[in-house]
């Protein structure tokens, strides 16, 4: 597997990317939010990848961090979603914004095109799903875990649901989340959680 690209940002387009190393121009695919992100052509630019290959084609896509990566695997993880489909998705939602739709139910968020509601309510129940089976797999429970600080307890529980969507173990996703500042908004615990957990890699 080709895990990242680093590079001279070359060509952009809609959907679709070049960045040259080596003497060899990479084309990769890849969502809107990432494209937001890129420096100008011809800076220096890295982008985590995913190699998808089907019996008529060979595709490199292209995420600005990890985080956008593993929700593009969750999402072609989830029946009836191909690439295409969860590029459109990342193309209109932050990772943080897709785990915060997923933990708490909203597949309206979801919605792209080529993402229509019977396969957004799909992404929801197979994601939240798999995020409950994990739970009862690894036999841990609320009772074993560092307790957020009074009054801030919905926005820690929702910010920790939607780390365990990105693939997060509970135990970790709270410890992330119980030493933030509780008066934070759940978005921004999710994502400052994210950099704390990456931090530990």
Excluded at 77 to 97: D, I, Q, T, Y
Aim: charged share 20%; hydrophobic share 45%.
């Amino acid at each position: 597997m080709i895990y990242s690209v680093s590079g001279t940002l070359a060509f952009v387009e809609q959907n679709h990317v070049v960045i040259e190393c080596g003497g060899i121009g990479y084309s990769i695919k890849t969502s809107m939010m990432t494209i937001s992100k890129l420096p100008a052509i011809g800076e220096q630019v890295k982008l985590f990848t995913h190699l998808a290959v089907k019996e008529d084609a060979i595709d490199l896509y292209g995420f600005y961090d990890e985080a956008e990566r593993t929700m593009f695997k969750l999402l072609i993880g989830v029946s009836g979603v191909g690439p295409k489909g969860a590029v459109s998705v990342l193309s209109n939602l932050s990772p943080e914004r897709f785990a915060l739709a997923v933990a708490s139910g909203d597949a309206k968020a979801i919605r792209a095109p080529g993402i229509g509601p019977k396969t957004a309510e799909r992404i929801v129940l197979e994601l939240r799903d798999k995020v409950s089976k994990e739970q009862a797999a690894s036999g841990i429970t609320g009772a074993e875990l560092p307790v957020p600080a009074a009054g801030v307890q919905a926005n820690a529980a929702e910010a920790i649901s939607a780390l365990e969507v990105l693939g997060y173990a509970r135990a970790e996703a709270t410890n992330a989340v119980s030493s933030l500042d509780g008066s934070l908004s759940v978005e921004e615990l999710i994502k400052r959680g994210l950099k704390a957990l990456a931090g530990k890699v």
